[in-house]
Each structure stands twice: as structure tokens, then as C-alpha cells.
């Protein structure tokens, strides 16, 4: 299975070289995928209704543990439908500071022991944003 490849910010990426349009497989198709469950809402997706996360959901709300629980919780819901990731292969480190609330997010490659690792930084009065990913091309 392969997809187009895409910046974190939903752009096709062209291969100057080949003079074609970048695709990904296994573990790399693995991460973009989890980036765009992340980033997206349900509703979003032209085939099924329910594998975005909803973060904008929290946009507003309180910058505090609970909201970071429930976040993780519609993170994993994401990532769980249809088992795309097991949940034995997901673990997060949250992190909260007054005027944002980060998550590493770690989720093990299917060929390797390597995780895949997304900093997620999400601003509850601007929205959601990757910071860096250690796994970028």
C-alpha cells in the first residue's frame, strides 16, 4: 500500500529529480497518517466519518491536565479506528505550560524496533500545531 507524500501541512511534494510526485510506504505512510488523524476532524475524511482526533474541539477550554487527558483520549481514538495503530505501539509524554500544552507522541514502527516520534504542540486559543518530527526527509 502507498500514498502521495505531503508536507505536515497537507502539500503534495514533487521530486524535482524524477519529475513526479513523491509517494510513501510502511512506516513512512504509517507517520503521515497518524499526522493527518491528528490534525484533522471527523467529517473531514471523503470515506469514512470518524478517524480525526476533533482537537479544535478544545480550542477555548481550560490549559490544564484534564483537557491534556481528554485529548489524548481523542488522539488515541483517531489512531485506534480500524487499527491503524495497536495500542501497545502508542505512548505519550504530555507536558504543560501556562499558554500551551505539548505531547510526544511515540508510536513503534511496524518494520523496526525504531519508534516514530511526532512533538505535538497544541495552543487551546490558536489550534494544533507539529512542531518538529525526528523522522522528517
Sequence with gaps: MFDFCITDSGELIYDNNSNNLLYLNSDDLLRQKCICRIKSVTKDWFNVDYIGSD?????????????????????????FYDELVEKNSLFFIPKIYSDKLELLIFIKERRSNNPIVINMEIDVVSGVKIKYDINTQ
Excluded: H, M, Q, V
Design 55 to 79: 482537537i479544535e474541539k478544545f480550542l477555548g477550554t481550560l490549559n490544564n491536565k484534564n483537557t491534556l487527558d481528554l485529548i489524548i483520549e481523542y488522539i488515541e481514538n483517531a489512531l
